[in-house]
């Protein structure tokens, strides 16, 4: 009895850190998954919307500030354009960054068009169960052509890179532990050629 107790101990603490340390990937298939099939509401569980909202405005304003003050002569210039886009940026990610939204980016590795934000838009109003997500068919070979990687990047975080093969743009989905085994999608960084 006492042997059999020696053993099935470390067995078990063996298996629940493999279950532990394999989690994220195990959601990062489900995720694939539900994407593949275009299932807004499966990929909805995860994602934390308004952590991506937040993640994604900060980082578009960033860019909006960096791009201004390189452009603009004067103060006021600089002020009306950072305030102006500021309102911009917090508008489109409202509207882009839902279900199908990130579907769209996820599957395209860009920001949807003002079409298929549209698009999306009324076919939430219509809130249909199995809603299918609006796509264009721009970059329809863009999987072929793109490399991915995934590592964690501390204990609770875990990051899925996403680059074009030729051009090394892409985007990184950062994902962060919720609980023991759960994952969501909190942010994205996109990488852009300077």
């Known amino acids: ?8 101990v470390p067995i078990t603490i063996l298996l629940l850190g ?8 195990i ?14 509401n499966e990929l909805s569980k995860y994602v934390d ?11 578009l304003k960033a860019l909006l500030a960096k791009e201004v003050a390189k452009e603009a002569d004067t103060e006021e210039v600089v002020f ?4 102006l886009g500021s309102l911009l940026i917090d508008l489109f990610v409202e509207m882009a960054v839902s279900q199908e939204g990130l579907a769209y980016i996820m599957e395209k590795g860009r ?39 995934a590592s964690y990047k501390g204990i609770n975080t875990f ?18 532990r919720r609980g023991l085994t759960d994952w969501k999608l909190v942010g994205m960084d996109f990488h852009f050629k300077e």
């Open 111 to 149: 920001m949807p068009t003002e079409e298929v934000v549209m698009q999306n838009l009324e076919a939430k109003e219509e809130k249909s169960k199995g809603m299918k997500i609006a796509t264009d068919n721009t970059n329809a070979d863009t999987k072929e052509e793109l490399e991915t990687s």
């Open 80 to 83: 009306f354009a950072l305030a």
């Open 27 to 40: 959601t990062l298939k489900r995720f694939g998954s539900a994407l593949e099939r275009g299932d807004a």
């Open 1 to 8: 009895m006492k042997k059999a107790i020696i053993l099935i």
């Open 18 to 25: 493999a279950w532990l340390f394999a989690s994220p990937y």
């Open 159 to 176: 990051v899925y890179q996403i680059r074009d093969k030729s051009s090394k743009e892409g985007i990184d989905l950062i994902f962060e």
């Open 49 to 59: 919307y308004q952590a991506l909202r937040e993640d994604l405005k900060k980082d």
